[in-house]
């Protein structure tokens, strides 16, 4: 079981910037595979970033070179840095851990919203 916690949303105007982190408890020692996920009003959840235990990280084409995603071991945590925030940024954001198992555990979700 892996238990995982967001936190850091909040309302930003466009321009903005902003950090969530993903706080994971449990057996962690048996992540494969971490990011975070987004879903906005009416849309499919996307995924935005990924990042795998061997450190390589992934990005949704809409975010590349705005968002940052990085861990820290020592706290078992998982921050998404997003800079230069847009108002089609505007969503929920969940937490995602996959164990090497393969079962996913999601956060509950954090609001962002990107005022223009």
């Known amino acids: 079981q892996v238990q995982v916690v967001e936190s850091g949303g909040g309302l930003v105007q466009a321009g903005g910037s902003l950090r969530l982190s993903c706080a994971a408890s449990?057996?962690?020692?048996?992540?494969?595979?971490s990011g975070w996920y987004r879903q906005a009003p009416g849309k499919q959840r996307e995924l935005v970033a990924g990042?795998?235990?061997?450190?390589?990280?992934d990005y949704a084409d809409s975010v590349k070179g705005r968002f940052t995603i990085s861990t820290d071991n020592a706290k078992n945590t998982v921050y998404l840095q997003m800079n230069d925030l847009k108002p089609e940024d505007t969503a929920v954001y969940y937490c995602?851990?996959?164990?090497?198992?393969?079962?996913?555990?999601w956060g509950q979700g954090t609001q962002v919203t990107v005022s223009s």
């Open positions: 449990g057996s962690i020692f048996k992540i494969n595979t």
């Open positions: 990042i795998r235990s061997g450190g390589r990280s």
């Open positions: 995602w851990v996959r164990l090497y198992s393969g079962v996913d555990y």
